[in-house]
């Protein structure tokens, strides 16, 4: 199972779009507000559908989820390429949230779960750590694959390469096994994930008890799925914490996420050319990420001294 999750994890972030959309844009002929206008489009699918996503989870395959959001990220490429316009634009927007929100909280449940049937929940945190270092690895490849793909073949080669990359992930992710429990518990201490999960790190399955049944995926069809809905509905509007929750946590992660975005088009201001903007952004990024390493070191050397004092 962890090489067809590391595998996933890799091919689902080595996607040679991600530093050079905002330029795609910038390119077509978009205002820098019709290009937040996009943004936020983004952001609020997958606000809206991370609820009724999560409940989905409950009720089918996560394998399935799995298969089908990359499916959705490679249709919306293609359309970017094949007919740039603020429309398509905005299509593929509604198509990658929609992947995020039927991935968010699937892929760590499915591991858990299947750790937990080879009696080996207890590598859970190993396992994903590993996974979110290929899918580091898979962001790092990519961005330092952009900028030549993008001079040697446009936005044409860079589009092509992304949807391969979609496609490539949809094929793994039918290679990840699926053994769901009787309750159909999802992530770590029998979680459900109907609920506020993240994808990009921000993960937590809120559960709502929806009865998964099945041991392959096969789920309670649309009774179990209206049911979980349902439930995580009712729970939200009875407890105040989980209302809270459900909004800020997605909120807060989109806005954040939103803010990224806006870099290649200020690195391209500063004097870049666009073939150089992925490569300056990966500096940025291997920066930050050294930052918040080192911060985690320092901080343990001081709490060390401290305790040595």
Avoid: N
């Avoid at 091919?11 to 996009?38: E, G, H, N, R």
């Avoid at 500063?270 to 920066?287: C, N, R």
Wanted: aromatic share 10%.
């Amino acid at each position: 199972m962890t090489a067809a999750l590391y595998a996933y994890s890799f091919l689902d972030d080595c996607v040679l779009l991600y530093p050079v959309y905002a330029l795609m844009f910038s390119d077509a002929d978009l205002s820098v507000t019709q290009i937040s206008s996009l943004f936020v489009l983004w952001s609020l699918t997958g606000i809206l559908l991370e609820v009724p996503s999560g409940a989905l989870a409950d009720a089918v395959s996560r394998r399935l989820l799995l298969w089908t959001g990359p499916l959705l990220t490679a249709a919306g490429f293609a359309l970017w390429v094949l007919a740039p316009s603020y429309w398509t634009f905005a299509l593929g927007f509604v198509l990658w949230g929609a992947k995020g929100a039927f991935g968010s909280g699937a892929l760590e449940a499915l591991v858990y779960e299947e750790l937990a049937h080879l009696d080996a929940a207890d590598s859970y945190a190993r396992v994903m750590g590993r996974a979110r270092a290929a899918s580091l690895a898979g962001v790092m490849t990519a961005t330092a694959l952009a900028g030549p793909a993008l001079a040697a073949g446009g936005y044409g080669l860079v589009g092509a390469a992304s949807v391969a990359a979609c496609v490539l992930t949809a094929g793994v992710a039918l290679g990840l096994p699926e053994h769901r429990g009787p309750e159909g518990g999802g992530g770590p201490g029998g979680e459900s994930d109907a609920g506020v999960g993240g994808e990009a790190g921000v993960g937590g399955e809120a559960g709502v008890g929806a009865d998964c049944g099945g041991s392959d995926g096969g789920g309670s069809g649309g009774a179990g799925w209206w049911g979980a809905l349902r439930a995580g509905v009712a729970e939200a509007r009875g407890d105040r914490a989980v209302r809270g929750a459900l909004l800020l946590v997605p909120a807060v992660t989109a806005v954040w996420g939103a803010l990224d975005e806006y870099t290649p088009l200020l690195v391209r201001e500063a004097g870049a050319g666009d073939a150089e903007v992925p490569w300056w952004l990966l500096v940025i990024w291997v920066g930050r990420r050294w930052a918040a390493c080192s911060r985690g070191r320092c901080g343990a050397w001081a709490r060390g001294a401290s305790r040595g004092s």
